[in-house]
């Protein structure tokens, strides 16, 4: 069984959910520490002037060494400013009119959210059914695992009993560091293998690695043969090196 582990992120990118598609569980890394000012409180959106910053307001002072699980939303109506943004830079988009009243109603009629952990998984569930992703999700709190960094993440394979585990490129420097973590477990490594394609976006030139929510309101329900048009083969660790200094982004986000 394969699996990747990734921290619960707000509307994430695309190849967020194309790790996510080429896992048999996708693991839910809540139980670490929070870091504000990450995605896992905020995300970009296409303007007409580039990419801008769509931030969830959360309660960190006093609160350092909180786990990410255990993060509360400090505005419960932040979404308003949120969906305001969200009409004036896709108003126009053609898929716009069709999934705007699902998201408010995940925000709304759903909420009001408490923790940040709860909201994202949610928009997560929603993203993930629109791309056609049918992975399960389990969150790490649930999960018998403990451990720091690569021992946590190989722990987590074993406790549900994965014998591979895809991870983004993006962590490939500690994982490949701690090999053996892997290897006396018996879990096989492979790192994701990700180009971002390009789609219909309003305000030219195209950007790439903005949400998911700007190719959904743009594309509509191509919006899974997008996201899975950009994967190539996975890289095996003796590919690795090389790849990460060509290819990392800054959206891979670290376990």
Known sequence: MRIAIMQPTYLPWLGYFDLMDQADLFVLLDNVQFAKQTWQQRNRIKNSQGLEWLSVPVEFRGRFGQTIGEVEIREAEFWKKHARSLEVNYGRAEHFRRFFPEL????????????????????????????????????????????????????????????????????????????????????????????????????????????????????????????????????????????????????????
């Open 104 to 255: 408010l109603w995940i925000f709304k009629e759903n909420g009001p959210w408490s923790r940040l952990a709860d909201l994202n998984v949610a928009l997560m569930e929603w993203l993930k059914s629109l791309l056609d992703v049918k992975t399960p999700m389990v969150r790490a709190s649930e999960l018998d695992a403990e451990g720091k960094r690569a021992g946590r993440v190989a722990s987590i394979c074993r406790s549900v009993g994965a014998t591979e585990y895809l991870s983004p490129i993006g962590a490939a420097g500690y994982v490949l560091a701690e090999m053996e973590e892997f290897s006396e477990r018996g879990i096989q490594v492979l790192f994701q293998n990700y180009t971002h394609p390009a789609y219909r976006q309003l305000f030219p030139p195209f950007l790439p690695y903005a949400s998911v929510i700007d190719c959904i309101f743009n594309e509509g329900a191509r919006s899974g043969e997008i996201m899975r048009s950009g994967r190539g083969n996975p890289y095996p660790p003796d590919e690795v090196p090389v790849r990460v200094a060509e290819n990392q982004v800054e959206n891979d986000a670290q376990v």
